[in-house]
């Protein structure tokens, strides 16, 4: 299986901050990555796939790069409804492995 | 509006069987790939296997192979998760997902609601 480890597991920011979260694959996957949301209590909405791309629907501030093993999440203008934890997919091979979650908190 | 819906919560006792399912609706069934994810209380999110309904083609995790067996019934669009001998630790929440393409395994764009399983003797 492809290990994707991401980075931090939690962090505390304020309304209106950057953040920035990375999710790691043990093997390259190309572009074959995607980041997830979730609120308690709900199911996983899908924010980015294929590395950059936007969602229908999702907001522009958030923001996704990279290739091969190492990728990032960012959210500019930090919102009050953006607090969450977020996911790391990778589906170049099954299994679809997931990261850990990072768990973005009021400060 | 393409939709999957989920078989409501289930309290179980370690040992028996459990069949929970996820219907779709809104998009052609046999075409797309629908996914089983597990999510533990407290825990991350663990994808353990996807089948296409069209052929039944089916991928588990390694983690999960042999636990659970994956299926689908075409003409009602229906895929199901079933354990023929629960454990405690297999309490947990259990997501269908979607992936966006048809005929691809990609990015889950449509989840369900999720099933609440809870084994306790």
């Known amino acids: 299986d492809i290990q994707m480890t991401q980075s931090p597991s939690s962090l505390s920011a304020s309304v209106g901050d950057r953040v920035t979260i990375t999710c790691r694959a043990s093997?390259?996957?190309?572009?074959?990555l995607n980041w997830y949301q979730q609120k308690p209590g709900k199911a996983p909405q899908l924010l980015i796939y294929a590395a950059s791309r936007l969602q229908t629907g999702v907001p522009s501030r958030f923001s996704g790069s990279g290739s091969g093993t190492d990728f990032t999440l960012t959210i500019t203008n930090l919102q009050p409804e953006d607090f969450a934890t977020y996911y790391c997919q990778q589906n170049y091979n099954t299994p679809g492995t997931f990261g850990q979650g990072t768990k973005v908190e009021i400060k | 509006e393409v939709q999957l819906v989920q078989s409501g919560a289930e309290v179980k006792k370690p040992g028996e069987s459990l069949k929970i399912s996820c219907k779709g609706s809104?998009?052609?069934?046999?075409?797309?790939?629908i996914g089983w994810v597990r999510q533990m209380p407290g825990k991350g999110l663990e994808w353990m296997g996807i089948?296409?309904?069209?052929?039944?083609?089916?991928r588990y995790s390694p983690s999960f192979q042999g636990q659970v067996t994956i299926s689908a019934d075409k003409p009602i669009s229906t895929a199901y998760l079933h354990w023929n001998n629960l454990k405690a630790s297999d309490t947990a929440m259990y997501y269908c997902?979607?992936?966006?393409?048809?005929?691809?395994?990609?990015?889950?764009?449509?989840w369900g609601q999720g099933t609440m399983v809870t084994i306790s003797s």
């Open positions: 997902a979607r992936p966006m393409r048809a005929g691809t395994i990609d990015a889950f764009d449509i």
């Open positions: 089948i296409y309904p069209g052929d039944s083609d089916t």
């Open positions: 809104g998009y052609s069934f046999t075409s797309h790939w």
């Open positions: 093997q390259s996957i190309t572009t074959s």
